[in-house]
Protein backbone atom coordinates (compact mmCIF):
# COMPACT_ATOMS: atom_id res chain seq x y z
CA UNK A 1 0.00 0.00 0.00
CA UNK A 2 1.81 3.28 -0.60
CA UNK A 3 2.02 6.14 1.35
CA UNK A 4 -0.31 9.13 0.34
CA UNK A 5 2.00 12.15 -0.69
CA UNK A 6 1.94 14.92 1.76
CA UNK A 7 2.98 18.50 1.61
CA UNK A 8 2.86 19.62 -2.28
CA UNK A 9 1.11 22.79 -1.22
CA UNK A 10 4.38 24.10 0.73
CA UNK A 11 6.74 23.21 -1.92
CA UNK A 12 10.14 25.55 -2.21
CA UNK A 13 12.00 25.73 -5.03
CA UNK A 14 16.06 24.99 -4.00
CA UNK A 15 19.64 25.29 -6.12
CA UNK A 16 22.52 23.58 -5.31
CA UNK A 17 23.25 23.15 -1.90
CA UNK A 18 21.40 20.31 -0.48
CA UNK A 19 22.71 17.73 1.75
CA UNK A 20 24.68 14.81 -0.44
CA UNK A 21 23.29 11.21 0.58
CA UNK A 22 24.47 8.02 -0.14
CA UNK A 23 22.84 5.14 -2.37
CA UNK A 24 21.88 3.32 0.35
CA UNK A 25 21.37 -0.43 1.35
CA UNK A 26 24.06 -2.81 2.50
CA UNK A 27 24.97 -6.34 2.13
CA UNK A 28 23.34 -7.05 5.26
CA UNK A 29 25.54 -9.59 7.79
CA UNK A 30 26.81 -13.11 6.40
CA UNK A 31 24.81 -16.10 7.19
CA UNK A 32 25.06 -18.05 10.78
CA UNK A 33 26.03 -21.09 8.61
CA UNK A 34 29.31 -22.68 7.83
CA UNK A 35 28.32 -22.55 4.44
CA UNK A 36 29.76 -19.36 2.89
CA UNK A 37 26.46 -19.26 0.75
CA UNK A 38 23.92 -18.29 0.20
CA UNK A 39 24.06 -14.57 0.85
CA UNK A 40 20.86 -12.69 2.02
CA UNK A 41 19.55 -10.39 -0.30
CA UNK A 42 20.76 -6.91 -0.02
CA UNK A 43 18.71 -3.79 1.37
CA UNK A 44 17.45 -0.54 -0.58
CA UNK A 45 16.33 1.04 -3.39
CA UNK A 46 17.81 -1.32 -6.16
CA UNK A 47 19.32 -4.26 -4.48
CA UNK A 48 19.46 -5.55 -7.92
CA UNK A 49 19.70 -4.01 -11.27
CA UNK A 50 16.39 -2.46 -12.15
CA UNK A 51 14.19 -4.40 -15.11
CA UNK A 52 11.90 -2.54 -16.95
CA UNK A 53 11.34 -0.84 -20.05
CA UNK A 54 11.90 2.94 -21.52
CA UNK A 55 10.26 4.25 -24.38
CA UNK A 56 13.79 6.07 -26.05
CA UNK A 57 15.60 3.87 -28.35
CA UNK A 58 13.01 2.80 -30.32
CA UNK A 59 10.05 5.23 -30.12
CA UNK A 60 11.85 8.71 -28.98
CA UNK A 61 9.59 11.35 -28.82
CA UNK A 62 6.52 9.58 -30.63
CA UNK A 63 4.84 8.69 -27.20
CA UNK A 64 1.43 9.14 -25.77
CA UNK A 65 -0.53 8.33 -22.37
CA UNK A 66 -2.46 5.51 -24.84
CA UNK A 67 0.86 4.29 -25.73
CA UNK A 68 2.52 4.34 -22.72
CA UNK A 69 -0.59 2.64 -21.51
CA UNK A 70 -0.73 -0.32 -23.96
CA UNK A 71 3.07 -1.38 -23.31
CA UNK A 72 2.25 -1.76 -19.94
CA UNK A 73 -0.65 -4.27 -21.09
CA UNK A 74 1.87 -6.10 -23.26
CA UNK A 75 4.67 -6.17 -20.27
CA UNK A 76 1.83 -8.03 -18.39
CA UNK A 77 0.31 -10.10 -21.00
CA UNK A 78 4.14 -10.56 -22.90
CA UNK A 79 4.95 -12.73 -19.65
CA UNK A 80 7.91 -9.87 -18.91
CA UNK A 81 6.42 -8.79 -15.56
CA UNK A 82 6.45 -12.48 -14.61
CA UNK A 83 10.53 -12.80 -15.87
CA UNK A 84 10.85 -9.95 -13.40
CA UNK A 85 10.63 -7.08 -15.37
CA UNK A 86 8.97 -4.28 -13.37
CA UNK A 87 9.56 -0.53 -14.10
CA UNK A 88 7.67 1.71 -17.57
CA UNK A 89 9.97 4.12 -18.32
CA UNK A 90 9.07 7.40 -19.96
CA UNK A 91 12.41 8.96 -21.30
CA UNK A 92 12.54 12.13 -22.77
CA UNK A 93 9.48 14.47 -24.71
CA UNK A 94 6.43 14.42 -21.88
CA UNK A 95 6.77 17.77 -20.92
CA UNK A 96 6.65 20.85 -22.11
CA UNK A 97 9.85 23.29 -22.75
CA UNK A 98 7.99 25.80 -20.05
CA UNK A 99 7.08 25.50 -16.87
CA UNK A 100 3.49 26.98 -15.40
CA UNK A 101 2.90 30.03 -14.01
CA UNK A 102 3.76 27.79 -10.57
CA UNK A 103 7.19 26.77 -11.91
CA UNK A 104 5.80 22.98 -12.18
CA UNK A 105 6.71 20.49 -14.61
CA UNK A 106 3.85 20.81 -17.59
CA UNK A 107 3.10 17.17 -19.13
CA UNK A 108 2.88 17.76 -22.81
CA UNK A 109 -1.36 18.40 -22.97
CA UNK A 110 -1.46 17.00 -26.30
CA UNK A 111 0.33 13.24 -25.87
CA UNK A 112 -0.19 13.53 -22.16
CA UNK A 113 -3.44 14.99 -21.23
CA UNK A 114 -4.48 13.99 -18.10
CA UNK A 115 -0.80 14.17 -16.75
CA UNK A 116 1.26 12.15 -15.52
CA UNK A 117 -0.37 10.53 -12.15
CA UNK A 118 -3.11 8.60 -13.87
CA UNK A 119 -0.43 6.77 -15.64
CA UNK A 120 1.35 5.87 -12.36
CA UNK A 121 -1.77 4.74 -11.17
CA UNK A 122 -2.62 2.43 -13.90
CA UNK A 123 0.77 0.49 -14.04
CA UNK A 124 0.81 0.45 -10.14
CA UNK A 125 -2.38 -1.25 -10.49
CA UNK A 126 -0.65 -4.02 -12.47
CA UNK A 127 2.03 -4.13 -10.37
CA UNK A 128 4.38 -2.59 -12.27
CA UNK A 129 6.41 0.87 -11.40
CA UNK A 130 6.58 3.61 -13.57
CA UNK A 131 9.65 5.95 -14.58
CA UNK A 132 9.73 9.10 -15.52
CA UNK A 133 12.63 11.58 -17.50
CA UNK A 134 14.58 14.69 -16.14
CA UNK A 135 17.84 16.38 -16.58
CA UNK A 136 20.25 18.47 -14.10
CA UNK A 137 20.68 21.22 -16.78
CA UNK A 138 17.64 24.20 -17.76
CA UNK A 139 16.65 21.93 -20.76
CA UNK A 140 16.46 18.40 -21.45
CA UNK A 141 18.09 16.64 -24.67
CA UNK A 142 14.91 17.17 -26.27
CA UNK A 143 14.53 21.10 -25.05
CA UNK A 144 11.95 19.97 -22.46
CA UNK A 145 12.21 22.24 -19.27
CA UNK A 146 15.31 20.93 -17.34
CA UNK A 147 15.10 20.82 -13.48
CA UNK A 148 18.24 23.03 -12.40
CA UNK A 149 17.04 25.50 -9.66
CA UNK A 150 13.63 23.55 -9.47
CA UNK A 151 14.91 20.40 -7.99
CA UNK A 152 13.08 19.64 -4.96
CA UNK A 153 9.45 21.17 -6.67
CA UNK A 154 10.66 18.38 -9.16
CA UNK A 155 11.82 15.68 -7.07
CA UNK A 156 8.32 16.65 -4.86
CA UNK A 157 5.87 17.11 -7.92
CA UNK A 158 7.07 13.30 -9.42
CA UNK A 159 6.71 11.93 -6.05
CA UNK A 160 3.10 13.22 -5.55
CA UNK A 161 2.51 11.81 -9.06
CA UNK A 162 3.85 8.65 -8.04
CA UNK A 163 6.82 8.41 -9.99
CA UNK A 164 9.61 5.50 -8.28
CA UNK A 165 12.23 6.11 -10.96
CA UNK A 166 14.26 8.97 -12.47
CA UNK A 167 16.23 8.74 -14.98
CA UNK A 168 18.49 12.11 -14.63
CA UNK A 169 20.20 13.14 -18.09
CA UNK A 170 23.28 15.56 -18.55
CA UNK A 171 22.08 18.12 -21.52
CA UNK A 172 22.95 20.91 -22.30
CA UNK A 173 26.37 19.21 -23.33
CA UNK A 174 28.85 20.06 -20.23
CA UNK A 175 31.82 19.75 -22.97
CA UNK A 176 35.07 17.88 -21.67
CA UNK A 177 36.09 17.32 -18.35
CA UNK A 178 32.76 18.05 -16.76
CA UNK A 179 32.84 16.27 -14.08
CA UNK A 180 33.11 18.71 -11.30
CA UNK A 181 30.68 21.18 -12.87
CA UNK A 182 27.70 18.56 -12.96
CA UNK A 183 28.22 17.11 -9.88
CA UNK A 184 26.68 19.38 -8.13
CA UNK A 185 23.67 19.49 -9.84
CA UNK A 186 23.03 15.62 -9.64
CA UNK A 187 23.55 15.64 -6.37
CA UNK A 188 20.92 18.16 -5.59
CA UNK A 189 18.24 16.25 -7.26
CA UNK A 190 19.86 13.27 -4.83
CA UNK A 191 18.97 15.62 -1.55
CA UNK A 192 15.74 16.81 -3.14
CA UNK A 193 14.63 12.97 -3.70
CA UNK A 194 15.55 11.99 -0.36
CA UNK A 195 13.51 15.30 1.40
CA UNK A 196 10.24 14.35 -1.31
CA UNK A 197 10.47 10.40 -0.46
CA UNK A 198 11.03 11.96 3.31
CA UNK A 199 7.91 13.82 2.68
CA UNK A 200 5.91 11.90 1.16
CA UNK A 201 6.89 8.08 1.72
CA UNK A 202 7.20 7.64 -1.97
CA UNK A 203 11.25 6.25 -3.04
CA UNK A 204 12.64 7.16 -6.23
CA UNK A 205 15.24 5.43 -7.61
CA UNK A 206 18.19 7.83 -9.23
CA UNK A 207 18.93 6.49 -12.44
CA UNK A 208 22.05 8.83 -13.11
CA UNK A 209 22.56 9.09 -16.84
CA UNK A 210 26.10 11.56 -17.41
CA UNK A 211 27.46 9.70 -20.33
CA UNK A 212 30.18 8.75 -18.39
CA UNK A 213 31.73 7.11 -14.80
CA UNK A 214 31.86 9.38 -12.00
CA UNK A 215 33.21 8.05 -8.89
CA UNK A 216 30.53 10.40 -7.14
CA UNK A 217 27.73 9.24 -9.06
CA UNK A 218 28.69 5.78 -8.07
CA UNK A 219 27.83 7.17 -4.57
CA UNK A 220 24.51 9.51 -5.36
CA UNK A 221 22.72 7.21 -8.06
CA UNK A 222 21.39 3.51 -7.68
CA UNK A 223 22.60 3.13 -11.11
CA UNK A 224 24.99 5.06 -13.47
CA UNK A 225 25.32 5.40 -17.33
CA UNK A 226 29.32 4.68 -18.00
CA UNK A 227 28.56 5.12 -21.80
CA UNK A 228 27.18 7.63 -24.64
CA UNK A 229 24.15 6.07 -26.03
CA UNK A 230 23.83 2.96 -27.50
CA UNK A 231 23.52 2.27 -30.64
CA UNK A 232 21.09 -0.69 -32.55
CA UNK A 233 24.29 -1.83 -34.20
CA UNK A 234 26.51 -4.99 -33.27
CA UNK A 235 29.68 -2.77 -33.55
CA UNK A 236 30.47 0.57 -34.89
CA UNK A 237 30.24 1.09 -38.35
CA UNK A 238 33.46 1.74 -39.82
CA UNK A 239 31.70 4.14 -42.47
CA UNK A 240 30.59 6.25 -39.60
CA UNK A 241 31.87 8.51 -36.97
CA UNK A 242 29.12 7.47 -34.36
CA UNK A 243 30.59 5.26 -32.46
CA UNK A 244 27.65 3.44 -30.39
CA UNK A 245 26.85 0.08 -30.44
CA UNK A 246 25.93 -2.80 -29.14
CA UNK A 247 29.88 -3.93 -28.59
CA UNK A 248 31.12 -0.22 -28.00
CA UNK A 249 28.99 0.14 -24.70
CA UNK A 250 29.46 -3.63 -23.74
CA UNK A 251 33.94 -2.46 -23.78
CA UNK A 252 33.42 0.68 -22.22
CA UNK A 253 31.56 -0.44 -19.08
CA UNK A 254 34.05 -3.81 -18.78
CA UNK A 255 36.88 -1.93 -16.87
CA UNK A 256 34.59 -0.38 -14.31
CA UNK A 257 33.35 -3.54 -12.83
CA UNK A 258 34.76 -2.92 -9.39
CA UNK A 259 32.73 -0.66 -8.91
CA UNK A 260 29.37 -2.46 -9.65
CA UNK A 261 27.74 -3.68 -6.86
CA UNK A 262 23.65 -3.40 -5.13
CA UNK A 263 22.37 0.14 -4.93
CA UNK A 264 25.25 1.26 -7.51
CA UNK A 265 24.97 -0.50 -10.74
CA UNK A 266 26.67 0.66 -13.96
CA UNK A 267 24.55 0.89 -16.40
CA UNK A 268 26.15 0.54 -20.33
CA UNK A 269 22.61 1.71 -21.70
CA UNK A 270 19.45 0.49 -22.45
CA UNK A 271 18.70 -2.96 -24.28
CA UNK A 272 18.19 -2.79 -28.31
CA UNK A 273 16.63 -6.16 -28.11
CA UNK A 274 14.32 -6.30 -31.28
CA UNK A 275 14.78 -3.19 -32.32
CA UNK A 276 15.92 -4.37 -35.85
CA UNK A 277 12.51 -4.95 -37.19
CA UNK A 278 12.64 -3.20 -40.47
CA UNK A 279 15.37 -1.45 -38.88
CA UNK A 280 18.88 -1.55 -38.71
CA UNK A 281 20.65 -5.06 -39.31
CA UNK A 282 21.07 -6.45 -35.64
CA UNK A 283 20.26 -10.42 -35.57
CA UNK A 284 19.23 -12.74 -33.22
CA UNK A 285 21.90 -14.33 -32.59
CA UNK A 286 24.15 -10.91 -31.71
CA UNK A 287 20.83 -9.88 -29.60
CA UNK A 288 20.95 -12.93 -27.20
CA UNK A 289 24.77 -11.99 -27.72
CA UNK A 290 23.81 -8.73 -26.22
CA UNK A 291 21.30 -9.78 -23.32
CA UNK A 292 23.70 -12.71 -22.08
CA UNK A 293 26.58 -9.85 -21.90
CA UNK A 294 24.44 -7.18 -20.08
CA UNK A 295 23.21 -10.58 -17.74
CA UNK A 296 26.67 -11.29 -16.72
CA UNK A 297 27.94 -7.76 -16.26
CA UNK A 298 25.01 -7.36 -14.16
CA UNK A 299 23.83 -4.90 -16.17
CA UNK A 300 20.16 -2.80 -15.81
CA UNK A 301 17.88 -4.76 -18.00
CA UNK A 302 15.95 -2.08 -19.92
CA UNK A 303 13.92 -3.21 -22.80
CA UNK A 304 13.59 -0.90 -25.43
CA UNK A 305 11.50 -2.36 -27.80
CA UNK A 306 7.87 -2.55 -29.31
CA UNK A 307 6.51 -4.95 -26.40
CA UNK A 308 2.74 -5.34 -28.25
CA UNK A 309 4.47 -6.76 -31.38
CA UNK A 310 7.90 -9.01 -30.46
CA UNK A 311 9.24 -11.73 -32.44
CA UNK A 312 8.96 -15.04 -30.68
CA UNK A 313 12.56 -15.04 -30.85
CA UNK A 314 12.50 -11.63 -28.73
CA UNK A 315 10.10 -12.70 -26.45
CA UNK A 316 12.66 -16.03 -25.73
CA UNK A 317 15.74 -13.95 -25.22
CA UNK A 318 14.07 -11.05 -22.88
CA UNK A 319 12.42 -13.57 -20.91
CA UNK A 320 14.44 -16.72 -20.40
CA UNK A 321 14.52 -16.38 -16.71
CA UNK A 322 17.83 -18.72 -16.51
CA UNK A 323 19.62 -16.21 -17.99
CA UNK A 324 18.04 -12.92 -15.82
CA UNK A 325 18.70 -14.86 -12.52
CA UNK A 326 22.83 -14.60 -13.24
CA UNK A 327 21.99 -10.96 -14.12
CA UNK A 328 19.93 -10.67 -10.69
CA UNK A 329 21.87 -12.92 -8.55
CA UNK A 330 22.03 -11.10 -5.00
CA UNK A 331 25.77 -12.04 -4.28
CA UNK A 332 25.39 -8.57 -6.49
CA UNK A 333 29.03 -9.09 -8.72
CA UNK A 334 29.67 -7.64 -12.16
CA UNK A 335 30.84 -10.37 -14.14
CA UNK A 336 33.92 -9.53 -16.25
CA UNK A 337 36.43 -11.36 -19.16
CA UNK A 338 38.53 -13.43 -17.47
CA UNK A 339 40.07 -14.48 -21.13
CA UNK A 340 40.59 -13.04 -23.98
CA UNK A 341 42.15 -14.90 -26.87
CA UNK A 342 41.71 -13.18 -30.53
CA UNK A 343 38.49 -12.61 -31.25
CA UNK A 344 37.13 -15.36 -28.72
CA UNK A 345 36.59 -14.32 -25.06
CA UNK A 346 35.26 -16.12 -21.65
CA UNK A 347 32.91 -13.87 -19.38
CA UNK A 348 32.61 -15.24 -15.75
CA UNK A 349 30.43 -13.90 -12.90
CA UNK A 350 30.43 -15.77 -9.16
CA UNK A 351 27.12 -16.77 -8.26
CA UNK A 352 25.16 -16.61 -4.80
CA UNK A 353 26.07 -20.57 -4.01
CA UNK A 354 28.55 -23.10 -3.24
CA UNK A 355 30.91 -23.40 -6.67
CA UNK A 356 28.72 -21.94 -9.18
CA UNK A 357 29.50 -19.51 -11.62
CA UNK A 358 27.85 -17.86 -14.84
CA UNK A 359 29.56 -18.06 -17.87
CA UNK A 360 29.59 -16.38 -21.42
CA UNK A 361 31.44 -17.45 -24.10
CA UNK A 362 31.54 -15.07 -26.60
CA UNK A 363 32.57 -14.98 -30.87
CA UNK A 364 33.05 -11.54 -32.19
CA UNK A 365 34.82 -13.37 -35.60
CA UNK A 366 33.04 -13.68 -38.81
CA UNK A 367 32.78 -17.50 -38.41
CA UNK A 368 31.78 -20.30 -35.47
CA UNK A 369 34.68 -20.91 -33.63
CA UNK A 370 35.31 -23.40 -30.66
CA UNK A 371 35.77 -21.83 -27.40
CA UNK A 372 36.80 -23.70 -24.53
CA UNK A 373 36.62 -22.21 -20.72
CA UNK A 374 39.24 -23.67 -18.01
CA UNK A 375 36.69 -24.29 -14.57
CA UNK A 376 40.17 -22.52 -12.88
CA UNK A 377 39.98 -19.44 -15.08
CA UNK A 378 36.74 -18.90 -13.55
CA UNK A 379 38.04 -18.95 -10.12
CA UNK A 380 36.71 -22.77 -9.76
CA UNK A 381 39.35 -25.88 -8.65
CA UNK A 382 40.19 -28.11 -11.81
CA UNK A 383 38.59 -31.23 -12.05
CA UNK A 384 34.60 -32.44 -12.50
CA UNK A 385 31.68 -29.53 -12.81
CA UNK A 386 28.33 -29.59 -14.31
CA UNK A 387 27.71 -27.30 -16.91
CA UNK A 388 24.05 -26.44 -17.64
CA UNK A 389 23.44 -24.30 -21.29
CA UNK A 390 21.10 -21.47 -20.24
CA UNK A 391 20.44 -20.56 -23.57
CA UNK A 392 19.06 -23.97 -24.51
CA UNK A 393 17.65 -24.84 -21.02
CA UNK A 394 19.65 -27.63 -21.25
CA UNK A 395 22.29 -30.11 -18.97
CA UNK A 396 24.92 -30.51 -20.87
CA UNK A 397 26.57 -33.38 -18.15
CA UNK A 398 29.68 -33.12 -16.02
CA UNK A 399 33.43 -32.24 -17.49
CA UNK A 400 36.79 -32.44 -16.23
CA UNK A 401 38.88 -29.17 -16.09
CA UNK A 402 37.28 -27.45 -19.33
CA UNK A 403 34.36 -27.33 -21.35
CA UNK A 404 34.41 -26.61 -24.70
CA UNK A 405 31.45 -25.28 -26.93
CA UNK A 406 31.37 -24.21 -31.03
CA UNK A 407 30.15 -20.82 -30.94
CA UNK A 408 28.18 -18.74 -33.99
CA UNK A 409 29.76 -15.89 -35.55
CA UNK A 410 28.81 -13.06 -33.30
CA UNK A 411 27.12 -15.60 -31.11
CA UNK A 412 27.86 -16.66 -27.60
CA UNK A 413 27.29 -19.69 -25.12
CA UNK A 414 25.46 -18.82 -22.09
CA UNK A 415 26.41 -21.63 -19.12
CA UNK A 416 25.79 -22.14 -15.33
CA UNK A 417 28.98 -24.15 -14.34
CA UNK A 418 28.99 -25.66 -10.69
CA UNK A 419 32.03 -27.09 -9.67
CA UNK A 420 34.16 -26.73 -6.40
CA UNK A 421 35.49 -23.79 -5.05
CA UNK A 422 39.10 -22.97 -4.68
CA UNK A 423 40.98 -24.61 -1.45
CA UNK A 424 40.66 -22.18 1.79
CA UNK A 425 44.25 -21.22 2.40
CA UNK A 426 46.51 -22.70 4.64
CA UNK A 427 49.04 -21.27 7.36
CA UNK A 428 50.92 -18.35 5.63
CA UNK A 429 49.21 -17.80 2.51
CA UNK A 430 50.71 -15.45 -0.21
CA UNK A 431 47.72 -13.84 -2.26
CA UNK A 432 49.64 -14.22 -5.05
CA UNK A 433 49.44 -18.00 -4.78
CA UNK A 434 45.84 -18.31 -4.29
CA UNK A 435 42.87 -18.28 -6.58
CA UNK A 436 40.38 -15.78 -6.27
CA UNK A 437 37.04 -16.39 -6.90
CA UNK A 438 36.10 -12.68 -8.55
CA UNK A 439 38.92 -10.27 -10.16
CA UNK A 440 37.92 -7.42 -11.54
CA UNK A 441 40.74 -5.08 -13.01
CA UNK A 442 40.94 -1.37 -14.79
CA UNK A 443 43.75 -2.81 -17.09
CA UNK A 444 44.27 -6.20 -18.32
CA UNK A 445 44.77 -8.99 -15.80
CA UNK A 446 45.31 -8.58 -11.84
CA UNK A 447 49.22 -9.51 -11.71
CA UNK A 448 50.44 -12.03 -9.08
CA UNK A 449 54.05 -10.67 -7.31
CA UNK A 450 54.16 -7.94 -10.42
CA UNK A 451 52.75 -4.97 -10.76
CA UNK A 452 50.06 -4.21 -13.23
CA UNK A 453 51.73 -3.46 -16.60
CA UNK A 454 49.61 -3.26 -19.97
CA UNK A 455 46.30 -5.19 -20.77
CA UNK A 456 48.52 -8.55 -21.31
CA UNK A 457 49.12 -10.73 -18.64
CA UNK A 458 52.78 -10.88 -16.84
CA UNK A 459 54.12 -7.29 -18.48
CA UNK A 460 54.42 -5.80 -15.18
CA UNK A 461 57.58 -5.01 -13.16
CA UNK A 462 58.54 -6.03 -9.53
CA UNK A 463 56.52 -4.34 -7.14
CA UNK A 464 58.06 -1.10 -5.35
CA UNK A 465 56.80 1.32 -3.29
CA UNK A 466 59.02 4.28 -3.09
CA UNK A 467 61.76 2.55 -3.23
CA UNK A 468 61.01 -0.78 -1.09
CA UNK A 469 60.88 -3.85 -3.22
CA UNK A 470 58.51 -6.48 -2.31
CA UNK A 471 59.20 -10.15 -3.47
CA UNK A 472 55.61 -10.99 -3.44
CA UNK A 473 52.30 -9.04 -4.11
CA UNK A 474 49.51 -8.04 -6.45
CA UNK A 475 49.20 -5.29 -8.65
CA UNK A 476 46.38 -3.76 -9.54
CA UNK A 477 45.28 -1.01 -11.57
CA UNK A 478 42.15 1.45 -10.25
CA UNK A 479 39.41 0.63 -10.33
CA UNK A 480 40.05 -3.12 -8.84
CA UNK A 481 38.60 -6.03 -7.05
CA UNK A 482 39.60 -9.41 -5.66
CA UNK A 483 37.66 -11.74 -3.28
CA UNK A 484 39.13 -14.44 -1.70
CA UNK A 485 37.10 -17.30 -0.03
CA UNK A 486 38.62 -17.57 3.55
CA UNK A 487 36.20 -21.10 4.87
CA UNK A 488 36.26 -18.75 8.65
CA UNK A 489 39.98 -20.67 9.35
CA UNK A 490 41.75 -17.27 9.13
CA UNK A 491 42.87 -14.91 11.83
CA UNK A 492 44.59 -12.13 9.92
CA UNK A 493 45.36 -10.78 6.42
CA UNK A 494 48.21 -7.75 6.08
CA UNK A 495 49.72 -5.86 3.11
CA UNK A 496 51.63 -2.95 2.54
CA UNK A 497 49.98 -0.57 -0.08
CA UNK A 498 50.58 2.36 -1.88
CA UNK A 499 50.89 3.63 -5.46
CA UNK A 500 53.46 1.59 -6.98
CA UNK A 501 57.04 3.43 -8.31
CA UNK A 502 56.12 1.91 -12.18
CA UNK A 503 53.35 4.58 -12.21
CA UNK A 504 55.59 6.79 -13.86
CA UNK A 505 57.70 7.77 -10.63
CA UNK A 506 54.37 6.94 -8.75
CA UNK A 507 52.21 10.05 -10.34
CA UNK A 508 48.56 7.92 -9.77
CA UNK A 509 46.29 8.51 -7.47
CA UNK A 510 44.48 5.42 -5.55
CA UNK A 511 42.25 4.55 -2.79
CA UNK A 512 43.05 1.04 -0.72
CA UNK A 513 40.15 -0.70 1.26
CA UNK A 514 39.73 -3.94 2.63
CA UNK A 515 36.10 -5.12 3.15
CA UNK A 516 35.31 -8.57 4.83
CA UNK A 517 32.07 -10.02 4.88
CA UNK A 518 30.74 -6.73 3.94
CA UNK A 519 32.23 -4.99 5.94
CA UNK A 520 34.86 -1.84 5.16
CA UNK A 521 37.83 -3.39 7.71
CA UNK A 522 40.67 -1.20 6.36
CA UNK A 523 40.54 2.39 3.99
CA UNK A 524 43.66 3.91 3.16
CA UNK A 525 42.27 7.19 1.70
CA UNK A 526 43.70 8.95 -0.89
CA UNK A 527 47.24 8.24 -1.29
CA UNK A 528 49.37 9.40 -3.90
CA UNK A 529 52.73 8.32 -5.13
CA UNK A 530 54.80 10.19 -2.99
CA UNK A 531 53.80 8.60 0.26
CA UNK A 532 55.31 5.32 1.34
CA UNK A 533 53.88 1.91 1.18
CA UNK A 534 51.21 1.75 4.09
CA UNK A 535 50.95 -1.12 6.27
CA UNK A 536 47.39 -3.10 6.77
CA UNK A 537 46.71 -5.42 9.42
CA UNK A 538 43.44 -6.64 9.37
CA UNK A 539 41.66 -9.15 11.45
CA UNK A 540 40.08 -12.44 9.71
CA UNK A 541 38.84 -14.43 11.99
CA UNK A 542 35.53 -15.92 11.34
CA UNK A 543 35.40 -14.54 8.54
CA UNK A 544 34.15 -16.31 4.99
CA UNK A 545 35.34 -13.22 2.71
CA UNK A 546 38.15 -11.10 1.76
CA UNK A 547 37.71 -8.35 -0.86
CA UNK A 548 40.27 -6.14 -1.71
CA UNK A 549 38.96 -3.18 -3.31
CA UNK A 550 40.93 -0.18 -5.00
CA UNK A 551 39.62 2.94 -6.78
CA UNK A 552 40.34 5.67 -8.23
CA UNK A 553 40.30 8.23 -5.39
CA UNK A 554 37.72 10.35 -7.09
CA UNK A 555 40.31 11.70 -9.92
CA UNK A 556 40.09 9.27 -13.03
CA UNK A 557 42.49 6.11 -13.92
CA UNK A 558 45.35 7.59 -15.48
CA UNK A 559 48.60 5.87 -13.47
CA UNK A 560 46.26 4.15 -11.01
CA UNK A 561 48.97 1.43 -10.16
CA UNK A 562 48.17 0.35 -7.21
CA UNK A 563 50.43 -2.49 -5.35
CA UNK A 564 49.33 -4.68 -1.96
CA UNK A 565 53.21 -5.52 -1.21
CA UNK A 566 53.85 -9.12 0.62
CA UNK A 567 50.18 -9.61 0.69
CA UNK A 568 48.84 -12.43 3.02
CA UNK A 569 46.39 -14.33 5.07
CA UNK A 570 47.50 -15.83 8.50
CA UNK A 571 45.41 -19.74 8.57
CA UNK A 572 45.03 -22.50 10.72
CA UNK A 573 47.07 -24.89 8.70
C1 LIG B 1 20.36 11.41 -24.01
C2 LIG B 1 20.35 10.09 -23.24
C3 LIG B 1 19.44 9.09 -23.94
C4 LIG B 1 18.02 9.67 -24.04
C5 LIG B 1 18.07 11.01 -24.74
C6 LIG B 1 16.73 11.73 -24.69
O1 LIG B 1 20.94 11.25 -25.25
O2 LIG B 1 21.66 9.58 -23.11
O3 LIG B 1 19.42 7.86 -23.26
O4 LIG B 1 17.49 9.79 -22.75
O5 LIG B 1 19.04 11.89 -24.14
O6 LIG B 1 16.78 12.97 -25.28
Known amino acids: MRKPCLLFAGLITLGAGLPACGG??????PPETDDDFP???????????????NSWNKFACSITETFVKQIADAMVASGMQDAGYQ??????????????ANGLLQPDPVHFPNGIAPIAAYVHDKGLKLGLYGDRGTETCGHRAGSQDHELTDAMTMAMWGVDYLKYDNCPDPGPNPGPIIEPRYETMRGALDMAEQASG???????CAWSFYEWANRLGQLQRTTTDIKNLWAPDPNSTETGSIMTSLKTNLPLAAYGGPNHWNDPDMLEVGNSIGGDPVTDVEYQSHFSLWAIAAAPLIAGNDLRNMTDATKAILTNKEIIAINQDAFGLQGVQVKQAGQQSVWAKPLNANGARAVVLLNEADAAADITVRFDEIGLRGGSATVRDLQALADK????????????????ATLKIVGAEPPRPRSTAYLSDLTPIYAANGLGPIEHDLTNGGVDSGDGKPISIR?????????????????????????????QVGVDDSSTGGAGTVRFQVIVDGDVLFDSQNVDGMMPAMPVTVDLTGKRRLKLLVTNADDGNALDRASWGDAKVECDP
Open 397 to 412: GSFNDSFTANVASHGT
Open 24 to 29: GGSSGP
Open 39 to 53: LPLAMGRAPTPPMGW
Open 467 to 495: GTAFPKGMGMSAPAAAIYRLGQKCTSFSA
Open 202 to 208: QPIVFSI
Open 87 to 100: YINIDDCWSLADRD
